[in-house]
């Protein structure tokens, strides 16, 4: 049978109409920024990345829905929302890019007093910000965009692609309500073709967000905060998600089970040719599969099962994050009218009670972090440079793994955790068999399943349920549906009593929150049962401070503060470093987060303080602990405190060094203080009488000096200097590059107290989109372009344009030299 010339409609090229649309009285162009697809692909898939957004209810309540306080909400489709009709003016609305979170840039809210305790733990858990049912006015957003469509797609499928929204929100196309979701954190589609105008009117696409209500006990930000695209294709094509590469491996080399729906939109059968190839990590053929003739019959979605072998695979694994590409082409009347890429990595993964975790059959320690989804300057509203700059800082501390607390993580962290090799556990918002939760926790599963860098599913965290019957029933009807879309990785839980008992009954891998002293006794009478910390540490510090103040909410960097239920660095890592069994640990957090402000849970508290770097990704002391055992093949040692303490001149300062030399000796202005062995998973201290000076940590391995640092005793603050992370960022508009800022006296020692005002300026095609110094009592803005140093350290995120031309940041402070770094912006 042939299908219509609708159905198997072939376009080369996708160009949009010459025109553009007229929006609120003024053209203005739809964002198309390519982005997925191979260049020639019938499909097309545009990032909508420029909106207009409208903080509060777009013009008043009434008038967000129906026409009055006296008509029917919903009354008439396609006259919901005045602010949802192509016509409305938005010309008065702030142009912003997605990913963004509007909750940032909103005012902190002190707790009235006396406030009742659970609303001021409430206000605390999401930062002190004025969000929330206490303050509708900031807690409804409105976005806006134009989209091109011409003559020719009213033969495409068209529909919208979310990543995140947080959280309710209601999608309107042309004023046609085109659909809802009310999950913070699941992705989700939405169909738009029956909406559009196909004959050159202007097709406007709005999106209205409420964030009253909050899902998590921590900082959740508001708004479309991850990415959204608009994706074109044929009739007949593969829908989102709709292919699954499952490998396994023998003494031929690996062997891949596919799997590809075919969605059939068109009126009549569809008879197509499946055509499938696999590329290597070099984007060269490795594979070629048999074509095969499928029928599609008219409306239906249907599975292609297909094998493919590879010879002499590459193996994903941490240090060698390798990837193949499945490419499948769908053939009608010998033209390809879809094509679909499948990035993929070959790799085994399982735990054992034994050996631990094993990657590639060869155990790999899990020297991991938690993370929530945040970071100064613009809360969680992450650009996909920032995602990376972030897993960069865990690496180099020596972190192969990542536990996303306590949510899934967006797509694009995925993508680059798979290029970077950082494992990964995903983890359900919710631990609930409720039919909203499982869509959620379907979506999650049929969007992640090919990513390698995932190791297992986490189904729960410290759920009131989690010992009970009833929370094995809920966990088991989870793990039931994890084992349908994808039997290839384990599920786990993480648990704060209960290990033996109700869920821990139900999942594959035990995850257990701080108590990893309590691990080897659980071994001793579960020895079948494979283990992780999935929690631990939870040591408390304020980036560079070394004596506690609880009046100014200040907690001393040393490796000894922590909350009742948690352990130092040291307690877990002993523990986990020496046994096998113990297949590794999360740190509670890698980076300080908002909300949830521990210890100070009240105000002006507004982060918490359990990371091993700060909120702008700056390290606290412990960080080097870390980095010390975590890469014991590189020597190094790090000294804390700083050595300015004017006034206590002979007084004692308490000296520690983290290392991993065999020996360090540390020396005074030239002086030898002693040489100590280095105990294996600890660290040094020494009692020293302050003098200012030159302070010195010297490294020995095999008796070579190896590692040496230095800390110096400043004078005042004299001048800014400027560093990021990449000199040569892409002029796309979308890069960042992440700045620091860090005051020095004049000899060029670093200022360790410095709290100057610093200013950003950007000269050149680029824009500061926000900053942060770390400090988590700070209530300076951080939509800004200026801030004080907190501890001599502050940071700005600089947005690039689409210029190549050189660009200048420059910082500035009253009284001090300023900095400047010129960058060199790259065509893509």
């Known amino acids: 049978m042939q299908i219509s010339r609708r159905d198997a409609i072939v376009l080369g090229s996708l160009a949009g109409a010459a025109g553009l649309p007229v929006v609120g009285g003024a053209a203005r162009a739809a964002t198309t920024l390519s982005a997925g697809d191979a260049a020639d692909s019938p499909r097309r898939v545009d990032r909508l990345a420029d909106w207009r957004f409208h903080l509060g209810h777009a013009t008043d309540i009434e008038k967000d829905f129906g026409f009055g306080r006296h008509q029917r909400t919903y009354a008439k489709a396609g006259v919901t929302a005045e602010a949802s009709a192509p016509a409305f003016d938005d010309r008065g609305w702030e142009a912003v890019m997605v990913p963004h979170d509007w909750a940032v840039a909103l005012p902190f809210a002190k707790p009235a007093k006396p406030a009742k305790k659970d609303e001021e733990d409430a206000a605390a858990a999401h930062g002190f910000k004025a ?31 979310f990543d995140g929204v947080f959280r309710d929100c209601t999608v309107f196309v042309n004023g046609y309500v085109a659909g809802r979701n009310e999950s913070g954190y699941a ?21 209205r967000v409420d964030a009253s209500l909050g899902e998590g006990w921590f900082y959740e930000g508001a708004g479309i905060y991850r990415h959204v695209d608009l994706v074109r294709a044929a009739p007949v094509h593969v829908p989102r998600w709709g292919s699954v590469v499952r490998t396994t491996l023998d003494p031929q080399g690996a062997a891949a089970e596919i799997v590809l729906e075919l969605r059939n939109r068109g009126k009549v059968p569809a008879e197509l040719l499946v055509r499938q190839q696999i590329l290597g990590p070099d984007g060269k053929i490795v594979a070629t599969l048999a074509d095969a003739p499928v029928t599609v019959p008219a409306g239906a979605t249907i599975d292609h099962r297909a094998q493919g072998r590879v010879s002499a695979p ?33 790799r085994t993964v399982r735990f054992d009670a034994a050996r631990g975790f094993l990657l590639n059959e060869r155990p790999v320690k899990l020297l991991g972090t938690c993370n929530h989804q945040d970071h100064a300057g613009v809360g969680t509203g992450i650009p996909d440079a920032l995602h990376a700059w972030r897993i960069d800082q865990l690496q180099s501390m020596g972190s192969n793994a990542w536990r996303s607390a306590h949510n899934p993580p967006a797509a694009a962290l995925l993508d680059l955790c798979d290029a970077k090799g950082m494992l990964m556990i995903v983890e359900a918002r919710r631990n609930s068999s409720d039919p909203a939760a499982m869509d959620e926790l379907a979506r999650i599963l049929r969007r992640d399943r090919n990513h390698p860098c995932i190791i297992a599913w986490s189904l729960g965290n410290e759920e009131p349920q989690q010992g009970t019957a009833r929370g094995a029933r809920v966990t088991q009807v989870m793990q039931d549906l994890v084992r349908t879309l994808d039997p290839t990785r384990p599920t786990t839980f993480a648990f704060d009593n209960s290990w033996d008992a109700g869920a821990a009954k139900v999942v594959d891998v035990v995850g257990f929150n701080y108590r990893t002293d309590k691990i080897p006794g659980f071994k001793a009478q579960h020895p079948s049962v494979p283990v992780y910390g999935s929690e631990t540490g939870s040591t408390v510090s304020t980036r560079g401070a070394y004596a506690n103040d609880a009046a100014k909410h200040v907690v001393r960097a040393y490796d000894t503060e922590h909350p009742w239920w948690a352990s130092t660095a040291e307690e877990w890592w002993t523990i986990a470093a020496t046994r096998p069994d113990i297949a590794g640990g999360f740190i509670w957090t890698g980076f300080d987060y908002r909300g949830e402000p521990t210890p100070y849970a009240e105000f002006p508290s507004i982060s918490s303080y359990f990371g091993v770097l700060d909120t702008c990704g700056f390290p606290k002391d412990n960080y080097y602990y870390y980095r010390a055992w975590w890469r014991p093949d590189q020597p190094m040692v790090h000294l804390l405190p700083h ?12 000296v520690w060094v983290h290392g991993n030399c065999a020996e360090v000796e540390l020396l005074l202005n030239g002086r030898s203080l002693g040489r100590k062995p280095m105990p294996r998973n600890r660290h040094l201290a020494w009692s020293v009488p302050y003098a200012p000076g ?19 005793t400043a ?3 004299a001048a800014i200097e400027l560093s990021c992370d990449r000199r040569t960022p892409v002029a796309s508009g979308r890069d ?46 951080d939509t800004a372009s200026e801030r004080r140093a907190f501890a001599g350290l502050a940071q700005a ?26 960058l060199l912006p790259r065509r893509s």
């Open 131 to 161: 969000i929330g049912r206490d303050f509708p006015e900031n807690s409804v957003g409105w976005y806006r965009t134009p989209i091109q469509v011409t003559a020719a797609d009213r033969d495409r499928v068209l529909w919208l692609e």
């Open 187 to 207: 992705p989700f589609s939405v169909p738009i073709g029956d909406f559009l105008d196909y004959d050159g009117g202007a097709n406007v696409i709005a999106v």
């Open 314 to 346: 590459q193996l994903w694994s941490v240090e060698t994050p390798r990837l193949y590409r499945l490419r499948s082409e769908l053939v009608a009347g010998g033209r390809v009218i879809d094509r679909y890429e499948t990035p993929f990595g070959i």
């Open 643 to 654: 050595w300015t303490w004017p006034g206590r001149e002979g007084q004692p300062i308490e």
């Open 694 to 712: 030159r302070l010195e940590a010297r490294g020995y391995d095999r008796g070579k000096r190896t590692a040496r640092d230095v800390r110096e």
């Open 715 to 717: 004078g005042p603050a």
């Open 736 to 781: 960042v590059v992440m700045v620091r800022a860090e005051v020095l006296d004049a000899r060029g020692r670093a200022v360790p107290d410095a709290a100057n005002r610093i200013r950003f300026h950007v000269e050149g095609d680029g824009k500061v989109i926000g900053v942060g110094n770390g400090d988590p009592t700070s209530l300076e803005a």
């Open 797 to 822: 995120i600089v947005r690039i344009g689409t210029s190549a031309a050189p660009l200048r940041i420059r910082a500035t402070a009253d009284g001090l030299t300023g900095g400047v770094i010129q």
